[in-house]
């Protein structure tokens, strides 16, 4: 009888641990993700209602499906030419934001696409993919994307020009962003003589009364 109750205690114990064990594990994972995502990580889960055990399922398949990719390089060459597209781009939002913003969502989707990133034509796993790697500059990515589909405002569409303009800096720099500084500090944009580049502001477009 004491033999049961003993190896009952054990069972019981191990039963204790392996439960305990795993609350930490998935507490662990889903400080690794807040700490890797940053602001996406929130944002994720608002987009689940703050269903936080699904919006980090969802991260985490992010992660296990992207991130093990490797970003191409630019030759200087292309970096340039980037560069120069996305100024015109800037240019011609005083004269059509809607248009200028359109070129811009499919530049920023072509330029993904050349680092490495899965092709814009599928926006949300484009999207996905940069979200591991670039966590902390995506989100004027979509504000953008949903901009270029005529959902937004001028003034919408000003602020998504500005936020989407820290994904193409860290696209287009010569070295590749560490994805674990998660949140990190959006990165001023700069010119070839380490000058600040132009930035819209709420006077740069046409039918904007603000």
Known sequence: MLTIVIIAVIVIAAVVLFLVG?????????????????????????????????AEQELGE????????????????ARAQYRAQWADVQEQFVESP??????????LAGLARDRGFPDGEQFEEQFAALSVHHPAHVHGYRSMHTAARGQSGTEEMREAMVEARSLFEALVAEQPADPDQGSSQTPQSRDGNGHATWALNRRHAKGNNT
């Open 22 to 54: 795993r609350g930490r594990i998935r507490a662990g994972g889903g400080r690794g993700l807040k700490h890797r995502f940053g602001p996406e990580y929130d944002r994720a889960v608002a987009d689940h209602d703050g269903d936080t055990k699904a």
């Open 62 to 77: 992010r992660v296990k499906q992207h991130g093990s990719l490797d970003e191409q390089p630019l030759s200087p060459e």
């Open 98 to 107: 809607q248009k200028a913003v359109t070129e811009a969502d499919a530049l």
